[in-house]
Structure formats: C-alpha cells, structure tokens
C-alpha cells in the first residue's frame, strides 16, 4: 500500500483504521501500521494479509523454479549477492534509507526483485503477515495457512518479515520478527494476498 503527497518528511500513517498522508508525504509504504490496521485494510480491499509461508514463497521464490529446493534456496531475493543499497533500501554506511534517513517509494529498488518479481521482499518496511510467532517453524502448517496459535512465551505476537530500512544484517529473506500486534513503528508496513 502506498498514499501519494510530496514532502518526504511527512509520514504516512494509520490511525484508528483511518489511512492517511500528511501532506507532501510522497509515494511512501504506509508506516506506523498495527497489525489489526493492516488486516483491516487488506479485508476492506477484498484482500487477506499473506501468510508467512505465502510471504516467504513471494520471497524466495517456488521450489518449481530452482533445480534442487534445499541447496538453491535464496538467502536474499535477489540472489545471492550481498545486501546493498543497489538491491534494497537499508541502513548502509551512509546511514538509515541508504542515507535518506526514510523509506523510499515501494519498488524503487528494481534489482532487488524475487523471482516473482516482487518487490521490497527484503529492506524497505518490515511486513506483517497474517502468523502468530513462534520462535521456530516446527508445527507450522504445512500447507501454506497461518499459524493461529500463539504460545505462552508469545502471546499477541504476531510475524514481521524481510528488515526494514533501519537494518543492517536484517536484510535477507529469513528475517522474521516477534512483534505486538498492537504496535506500530516507523519501519512497520504490509503487503496484501488473495487466494486464487
């Protein structure tokens, strides 16, 4: 998702399920979203948020496009070059946004892109997908939905993925965070699925 303005400043944000771009804000990711914020508006645009399986496939690539799944298995979505700001928007040695001290517009990085062509899998905004965290993947669904239940240890913690443009060694496909669902930061974003 993405709101247009033009001062890179200004933020673009979600409050009480209300979208919006302070003026001047640029094609910017929408920021500063709870993960109920992003639910909401991936539903009310007849969408889903993505599972983290879903997100990871979108990632990394299917194993039908590698010729053997475990040992051609990306690390980044670009491949396997190191993270830089020629492939994702990052905190490098000029600093946070690769020096913008921001996000940049979604996509603005175009060798950065997955097999799938999708765009700002790693860097950029960090994403939240539709999964409770669990520190490891073992029980995870196997067949590609959500993993609803949470454990003890966190409870109301839901899965952020790819880093944002505040990391550094974040960058990369695995990069999966706990995070309250109820939260949202600078560098919190999402991307929309649907079921075909």
Do not use: I
Not at 34 to 60: D, I, M, N, S, V
Not at 104 to 130: C, F, H, I, Q, T
Not at 158 to 177: A, I, M, P, Q
């Amino acid at each position: 998702p993405c709101l247009d303005s033009a001062d890179p400043d200004a933020k673009v944000h979600e409050q009480a399920g209300v979208w919006a771009a302070d003026p001047g804000a640029g094609p910017l990711p929408v920021a500063e979203v709870t993960w109920q914020g992003a639910r909401a508006f991936c539903e009310a645009a007849g969408r889903r948020l993505c599972t983290e399986a879903e997100w990871q496939k979108a990632a990394r690539g299917g194993c039908e496009l590698y010729a053997d799944c475990v040992t051609d298995s990306r690390v980044h979505p670009w491949g396997p070059a190191a993270a830089t700001c020629d492939f994702a928007v990052m905190d490098d040695d000029g600093g946070p946004g690769c020096g913008t001290g921001g996000p940049l517009a979604p996509g603005s990085r175009k060798a950065g892109a997955s097999l799938y062509r999708a765009l700002d899998m790693a860097g950029n905004m960090w994403e939240w997908v539709e999964d409770c965290y669990q520190g490891s993947h073992a029980g995870s669904p196997t067949d590609g939905s959500a993993r609803t239940v949470c454990g003890d240890e966190f409870a109301g913690m839901k899965v952020s993925c790819g880093g944002g443009y505040l990391s550094t060694d974040n960058v990369r496909v695995s990069s999966r965070s706990p995070v309250t669902a109820a939260a949202g930061a600078h560098d919190a974003s999402f991307r929309c699925c649907r079921s075909l």
